[in-house]
């Protein structure tokens, strides 16, 4: 055979949290991703040998080390805040931001508030910071409004180097205005090599990307039989590559509550999404634009939300978790009636005093569906005999909560993953884990991690992190735990004095920089990770020869990368919810922005279509689960039509939802076929 340019995916390679997240704050002391490299160390302040100073540690307070009692992920307050929007209204400003009103008296000279202040030293910091506050607002005594940015930038400088002679004082270099931290580059040139290399799909070498082909040559090619059989191939290859679903949707799925995940089974004939309301929805999508709902089961007894869920190899089983010990096992056959049955993971190896402490945030069946893999908040991996029905290991392998697993090979039930909010990924065979000893691990991370997801191959894994990135792995390059314990390599994120908690801050550019011993391949930005754990996944084989890599995000889109981290699309589900659901917006009335957050995405495993598991509403307390398929025009003469708005039993209900006339998404001016 002639040699040829085009490269192709080596045969055999195949595709393949949750709420209670106030026990997420890193703990003091835990274990985490590396240290500062020597450029971020000289834009940083060194206190001590060994510790690298943040931004961000100015107003860290120390009390919040500790795991909080009960989750914050879902804000319960949220459902009664409408209550409250007029008595809020004032703290608001003009920008939607938090007003918060700061009040200083100064006293005249030799007063006192209280006799044990005489012997107050002038020179503290805190005196010198009230000081200073009193120079910024000009006027000394009185009042001053100030947004939450305004103070947040204000109290978040170096105030330690404060002092009563400090007249020219100004900000450190990390957080002025146009600083610019170095963050990894884009496009990435490994990420490159990885496209271009076959594994990540067919790639042709004689179609530079300002010259790629139009899907409509590729189909024209495809029909004439243009080409050798490798040519064919690999045009057949590229056309499931270009067809990205679009931002318009097919249908909207509204439920009452949250979405916190949803995934198609891997033929792609059913779906399930898992509500905050404790049960889980399936339908039967073997038609994958007509889809009717079969199937809802519930959590007996579940904990503020369901967590996660799973599917067993032979998708006959669907597991689901809440922030309990228990994992509920559904039948998903329709015709199988009968209740769900629970499985206790702690069984006999739970420690006094653990089990009110034992939520589980994600759960994976094994390759072969004998076993179920656990991450827990006890800082612990449970590995399940579902047979035998008791845990085999529970093996507190983190320093916190274990907010993933996953395993390497749907083949194969020995080689699984954990990534952690200690801001590791740990590698772990199953054969020798009575040992306790993972065999291997990632760092890379600067803030723990929400999600990790394997290509199933046994070789590539993608995690998303709290410090606002998404990163490729591959398993040849993990870190034995002696280089780990050699480097040090956990050592800054190990000591750092600050607390970044994603559930309410915002991330900013200054916070980030790089870890000194990452290990990880491809390093992706744009997405927000924030208020809770946000999924991320590699896109199926079928419908996209395993092109790109895949998230939600806080700010309402679904990000699509390619491999070299470039931006290949980003899916707007905000703009397509907005003002749907009557009942939860209304801008006469609701004086808060439509907010939208996207915790999960499932991309159908043969068409080219996904579903984004949502968030909605002012104070986001309902969800959706939206479908978006390939369009390459708005208007789409096909039934049932575009934009359909339903409730989760896939009902059209005009008392309870504003269709907005959705067929042709809003833009078709003929009123004739607006509603069905």
């Known amino acids: 055979m002639s040699s040829s340019p085009i490269t192709q995916p080596p045969d055999g390679d195949s595709g393949s949290d949750a709420a209670f997240e106030g026990s997420h704050e890193n703990m003091a002391g835990h274990v985490g991703s590396g240290e500062s490299n020597a450029e971020h160390h000289e834009q940083g302040h060194s206190d001590d040998a060994g510790y690298i100073y943040h931004p961000a540690q100015d107003h860290a307070d120390p009390a919040e080390d500790e795991h909080d009692e009960e989750d914050d992920d879902y804000d319960d307050e949220d459902e009664h805040d409408d209550e409250d929007d007029e008595d809020d209204e004032e703290y608001f400003d003009d920008n939607g931001g938090l007003e918060f009103e700061l009040v200083i008296d100064e006293l005249a000279p030799g007063a006192h508030h209280h006799e044990e202040d005489e012997d107050d030293d002038p020179t503290e910091p805190g005196n010198a910071l009230q000081r200073r506050i009193l120079q910024i607002i000009s006027g000394g005594g009185g009042r ?44 990435s040139e490994q990420g490159r090599k990885l496209m271009e290399s076959g594994v990540f799909g067919a790639f042709d070498l004689r179609e530079p990307d300002s010259k790629k082909k139009r899907l409509t040559r590729r189909l024209l090619d495809r029909e004439l039989g243009l080409g050798d059989r490798t040519d064919q191939k690999t045009n057949l290859a590229l056309m499931a590559q270009q067809m990205i679903p679009s931002s318009k949707p097919e249908m909207v799925i509204h439920y009452d509550d949250p979405v916190c995940c949803g995934q198609f089974s891997d033929d792609g004939n059913f779906f399930y999404a898992c509500v905050k309301d404790f049960k889980v929805r399936m339908y039967d999508t073997s038609n994958p634009y007509n889809w009717k709902h079969y199937k809802t089961v519930r959590y007996p007894f579940g904990q503020w939300t369901l967590t996660d869920a799973d599917l067993s190899p032979d998708n006959k089983w669907l597991a689901y978790s809440s922030l309990t010990s228990q994992v509920c096992f559904a039948p998903t056959d329709p015709n199988d009636t009968g209740d769900p049955y629970t499985l206790d993971l702690a069984g006999g190896m739970v420690r006094q005093g653990w089990r009110d402490a034992f939520p589980i945030f994600s759960i994976r069946f094994s390759g072969d569906g004998r076993t179920l893999v656990a991450g827990t908040g006890a800082d612990s991996i449970v590995v399940y005999d579902i047979e035998r029905r008791e845990p085999l290991y529970n093996v507190e392998g ?93 050592r800054t994120t190990a000591r750092r004095r600050y607390q970044f908690d994603y559930r309410f801050a915002e991330y900013h550019d200054y916070m980030w920089q790089p870890h000194p011993h990452d290990n990880s391949l491809v390093t992706f930005r744009g997405h927000k990770v924030q208020r809770t754990l946000i999924r991320c996944h590699f896109s199926p084989p079928g419908s996209t020869n395993s092109r790109y890599v895949y998230s939600g995000s806080y700010d309402g889109f679904v990000y699509v990368w390619n491999l070299d981290a470039t931006i290949a699309a980003k899916i707007d589900v905000k703009a397509v919810t907005e003002g ?97």
């Open 144 to 187: 001053a409004h100030l947004s939450s940015q305004q103070l947040l930038a204000l109290i978040g400088h170096h105030m330690g180097a404060i002092d009563d002679n400090d007249n020219d004082w100004e900000p450190p270099r990390r957080m002025r205005p146009g600083y610019v931290p170095a963050f990894p580059k884009v496009p």
């Open 398 to 490: 983190h320093d916190n909560d274990v907010n993933a697993v996953c395993f390497a090979d749907k083949q194969s039930p020995h080689i699984l993953y954990s990534g952690s909010d200690d801001c590791t990924i740990k590698v772990w065979d199953t054969r020798s884990m009575s040992s306790r000893r993972e065999a291997g691990a990632f760092v890379g991370h600067m803030e723990g991690l929400t999600y990790i997801d394997s290509k199933g191959d046994g070789r590539y894994i993608l995690s998303n992190g709290k410090d606002q990135s998404m990163k490729l792995w591959d398993l040849r390059m993990a870190m034995s735990t002696a280089r780990v314990e050699e480097l040090d390599a956990t």
């Open 580 to 676: 749907l659901r009557i009942p939860g917006y209304s801008p006469a009335t609701t004086r808060r922005d439509w907010m939208t957050l996207v915790r999960d995405v499932g991309w159908h495993p043969n068409a080219p279509l996904l579903v984004a598991s949502s968030w909605n509403g002012p104070t986001m307390n309902a969800g959706t689960a939206t479908l978006h398929s390939y369009n390459e025009n708005d208007v789409d003469e096909a039934e049932p039509g575009m934009g359909l708005s339903v409730n989760e039993k896939i009902q059209p209900d005009e008392g309870l939802f504003n269709w907005r006339g959705m067929r042709g998404f809003m833009d078709d001016d003929d009123d004739d076929d607006d509603f069905f």
